[in-house]
């Protein structure tokens, strides 16, 4: 399930594509439990409780059938990472309850520029002029959909700024934990670490969820932990620079969870707002694997000794 798999950009392809269909259904349902949908408005950290809670029971029940062969864990990595996952979660939970799912999606695909200049303090690297670009037109995305105007202007947009802000910073330990265990004991271990982070925030705001709330909050778990699975398979099965830009299918299918169950059709800012992050988003994406397989092509080959 999780294990190194033959190449096949189709298989990727689709298996990516039904990943951000999950990750917008995560958001849907987010939705809905931060409204008065399915009963009082449940507040963002009890939503990303119930994310943690159902996703960890997934991946417990699968490591039990599958039963991996687990090595010993980079536990200060992973703190770091589940921390910055699990705030930027909150945040991004918190913004769709006010914001259209389109705008606060759109808002945090900038999450791979904040990571990107993040990286040259925290990583060392080194930004060249394309890279620096498309970040800037990512930027300019983002000050269309905050709309800064008085008239026009949504405050809850600075908490989708914000969560891709602190997910671009989860992005630079994913990068130290890339490589060094296996991909499936990192998902198990960041759930297990999200789950102990939000069992402890969610005892200030704790409230009695209504039936239909905790469905949606099942729901929640299933579809991010099924996305995780997706995701990493997707990963095994092709190159990172041709998988990677389909992974902002998941604007796509928030905008059609936003005009099918609110009625709620993209307009020209945020169509346009949107494209020009998605462009650099997509820039940036595609020349950061080809970065990543230039490192691996020019470096020396290993000489086992015998």
């Not at 934990?177 to 102990?196: D, H, K, M, W, Y």
């Not at 650099?280 to 080809?290: H, P, Q, Y």
Request: contains cysteine; aromatic residues 10%.
């Amino acid at each position: 399930m999780f294990t190194p798999r033959p190449e096949n950009q189709r298989i990727a392809v689709l298996l990516m594509l039904i990943a951000t269909a999950f990750i917008a259904a995560t958001m849907l349902f987010a939705k809905v439990l931060g409204s008065d949908a399915a009963g009082p408005a449940l507040h963002p950290l009890q939503i990303t409780h119930g994310r943690f809670v159902f996703a960890f029971a997934v991946l417990a029940v699968a490591a039990g059938v599958l039963r991996p062969t687990l090595t010993r864990p980079g536990w200060r990595l992973h703190i770091a990472r589940t921390t910055c996952g699990w705030a930027g979660v909150t945040l991004m939970f918190a913004s769709v309850a006010w914001i259209p799912l389109a705008d606060a999606t759109a808002i945090t695909f900038l999450n791979p520029v904040f990571g990107m200049m993040l990286a040259i303090p925290l990583l060392g690297e080194k930004v060249g002029r394309i890279r620096w670009s498309a970040a800037a037109m990512a930027f300019a995305g983002a000050l269309i959909l905050l709309r800064p105007t008085p008239e026009n202007f949504q405050a809850a947009s600075l908490l989708a700024l914000a969560a891709a802000a602190v997910m671009g910073l989860e992005l630079i330990f994913i990068k130290k934990l890339s490589g060094r265990e296996p991909a499936f004991q990192v998902l198990l271990t960041n759930n297990f670490l999200g789950l102990i982070l939000a069992c402890a925030a969610v005892v200030f705001v704790w409230q009695s969820p209504t039936g239909l709330q905790w469905l949606l909050l099942g729901g929640l778990g299933l579809c991010m932990a099924a996305a995780q699975a997706c995701f990493v398979n997707a990963m095994a099965r092709a190159d990172a620079s041709f998988v990677a830009p389909f992974s902002y299918g998941t604007l796509i299918f928030a905008t059609l969870y936003d005009i099918a169950f609110y009625h709620q059709i993209p307009d020209r800012v945020t169509l346009l707002g949107a494209g020009i992050i998605l462009t650099g988003g997509i820039i940036l994406a595609v020349r950061e694997a080809r970065a990543r397989t230039a490192a691996v092509q020019s470096a020396p080959p290993v000489v086992q000794r015998l």
